[in-house]
């Protein structure tokens, strides 16, 4: 996972910033939903309401998602097909 390092600060957070950057990166780049994303954090072993979830895409969501965005393929660029 490419997490974007210029993401801001999460002083005060419960959680490490890999956690909340998982969970916002999946929660945009795989169209899940809050309950989703718990349930997979669940799996890893991370509990975590989907209030916190929710929580966290709204304040760095747009972030991520401006991040993802950027780096899939431009419609201008070359694609090749057998």
Known sequence: M???S??????GFRFP?????YAVWAYHRFALSTADVED???ERGV???REAVRLWVNRF???FAACIRRD????NDK???D
């Open 2 to 4: 490419n997490t974007p």
């Open 6 to 11: 210029t993401m801001p600060r999460l002083k």
């Open 17 to 21: 910033r890999e956690i909340v950057a």
């Open 40 to 42: 997979l954090l669940a």
């Open 47 to 49: 509990i975590v309401s």
């Open 61 to 63: 969501g747009a972030h």
């Open 72 to 75: 899939r393929p431009r419609p």
């Open 79 to 81: 694609w090749h097909l």
